[in-house]
């Protein structure tokens, strides 16, 4: 049973374009960490796991998701998972997020939802410190809108005329992931090189997980808090402040 409560980032990353990205929290496994030292324990333990929930102190709790994660046996941690919801973010963002295989999505469709007024199209941050450059990309995606719009009134279905639509267009997608590969996201794409749309989605993931699990997500994030950087020659140079190690 997932616990039932809604969370909303209460930050924004950026505000580039129209729209403003808008992260929620929409349930996660309640109590995690106890859920996740239960199935592990498990392994090990004479009585069944609902037993192992109940009584084991949060000492154990801790002592076990420790040698779980330290040991790289995190198996475990699929049994403890998260749903977010995400709106004000472009189909640039989307299309790298669902190469995460491990999850679960559900994306506004563009074959089925008209768009009768123009949406919002997220202008990336580089385009918009430059007055020439946003000017062209305003433009452009103005132009591609109203070619969409023309297609549709000529009787073309919307599923066709969507062909026309730019990556810039804003969407929403639900995800869910469970904790094991949430903390590979976070690896990939809090860390510097990773692109800035989809890290900044990363980032308030992140934020918003780490309070109902905070010795899981202790370290969570760019391979960099934890140890050396995992880009090799790629490296950006600029790593994080190292992580707290686990007590």
């Known amino acids: 049973m997932l616990a039932s409560f809604v969370v909303k980032s ?5 505000h580039y374009g129209r729209r ?26 004479p009585v069944g796991a609902a037993e192992l929930l109940e009584s084991m102190s949060d000492e154990a709790v801790r002592r076990v998701l420790k040698t779980v994660i330290e040991s790289g046996h995190t198996s475990t941690l699929e049994h403890a998972s998260y749903t977010f919801a995400i709106d004000g973010v472009s189909r640039t963002l989307t299309h790298q997020l669902v190469r995460h295989r491990l999850a679960s999505y559900n994306q506004q469709s563009q074959r089925y939802v008209r768009y009768d007024a123009e949406p919002v199209f997220i202008e990336p941050p580089s385009v918009a410190a430059d007055p020439a450059a946003h000017e062209l ?81 202790l370290d969570a994030g760019a391979a960099c808090r934890r140890g050396p950087c995992s880009e090799g020659k790629m490296t950006c140079g600029d790593p994080y402040t190292k992580a707290p190690k686990r007590d």
């Open 10 to 14: 209460k930050f924004f990353w950026h």
């Open 20 to 45: 403003t990205m808008d992260v929620v929290l929409l349930y996660h496994t309640p109590d995690p960490e106890r859920a996740v030292a239960a199935s592990a324990r498990l392994c090990y333990a």
């Open 137 to 217: 990309f305003a433009s452009a995606s103005a132009a591609a809108f109203e070619a969409y719009g023309k297609l549709l009134d000529a009787g073309v279905p919307a599923e066709d005329a969507r062909y026309l639509l730019p990556n810039a267009m804003e969407t929403k997608i639900v995800v869910t992931m469970n904790v094991r590969e949430l903390l590979h996201f976070f690896e990939l794409r809090c860390c510097k090189r990773a692109q800035w749309e989809i890290r900044d989605l990363a980032l308030a993931m992140l934020e918003l997980a780490k309070p109902t699990a905070p010795y899981i997500f």
